[in-house]
């Protein structure tokens, strides 16, 4: 089944105590993006990748970091947690450019920071 | 920058009313459109898309128009069902990197 995974589904952390929530597809997509998802804000967008190695920053990419060693897995790294980046996190992918395919997203990864 | 507006919710409609949520934007180019779903506890899904002016995205009875002269991209159906409630985002594409959403729109639909 095409799909793309994320996990931790749901995790509570302190803050500074870092962590990485895994994105994984299975549809040999070159494209793959995360997004926080906030009340009243909607998705935004925190970094991508068009290819291994080759990652971007989206709109709020403080706080965060990413890598792209495999075309499958595109982790989303939080060195030192705030509670701020208390959010709803969605891993994404398509097979190209984003505005031509369409974007499969994961189930979610909802994250507290205390 | 660009961006995507959209109606707040929630809107609350009877099955089989007709259904408007209205998107505007802002581009500096020209962008590739978007209607998601997100049902509960779950990931968004796109709904349709539009790539260029005049287009319109269709796909499960909802349509929608890319309107460059107003910078729109309202969703609508004609006849909504209870299996439609859901919150819808209204999307936007530089056509080559990053993608912007709106903040969504919860949509109930009563038996």
């Known amino acids: 089944e095409a799909q793309v995974t994320q996990n931790p589904r749901y995790l509570i952390t302190v803050t500074g105590k870092k962590l990485t929530v895994t994105c994984s597809q299975n549809?040999?997509?070159?494209?793959m993006s995360w997004y926080r998802q906030d009340p009243g804000l909607g998705l935004r967008q925190i970094y991508y990748?068009?290819?291994?190695?080759?990652?971007d920053k989206g709109d709020v990419p403080e706080g965060y970091k990413v890598s792209r060693k495999e075309k499958r897995n595109f982790p989303l790294i939080l060195e030192s947690p705030s509670p701020n980046q208390t959010s709803l996190y969605f891993c994404?992918?398509?097979?190209?450019?984003?505005?031509?395919?369409?974007?499969?997203f994961g189930p979610g990864t909802r994250l507290t920071v205390t | 920058g660009d961006s995507v507006t959209q109606m707040e919710g929630p809107v609350t409609l009877s099955e089989e009313a007709f259904l408007t949520i209205n998107c505007t934007y802002t581009?500096?180019?020209?962008?590739?459109l978007f209607w998601y779903v997100q049902y509960p506890g779950e990931g968004l899904q796109l709904l349709l898309k539009?790539?260029?002016?005049?287009d319109k995205g269709s796909n499960k009875g909802f349509e929608a128009t890319y309107r460059k002269e107003t910078t729109s991209f309202h969703l609508e159906k004609g006849s909504v069902q209870v299996s439609d409630s859901a919150v819808y985002f209204c999307?936007?594409?530089?056509?080559?990197?990053?993608?912007?959403f709106g903040s969504g729109t919860k949509l109930n639909v009563k038996p």
């Open positions: 994404a992918s398509s097979f190209g450019l984003a505005g031509a395919y369409e974007q499969y």
């Open positions: 549809m040999n997509h070159e494209y």
């Open positions: 581009a500096t180019g020209y962008p590739s």
């Open positions: 539009a790539t260029k002016a005049d």
């Open positions: 990748s068009m290819n291994v190695e080759v990652t």
């Open positions: 999307a936007l594409s530089d056509r080559v990197n990053k993608f912007y």
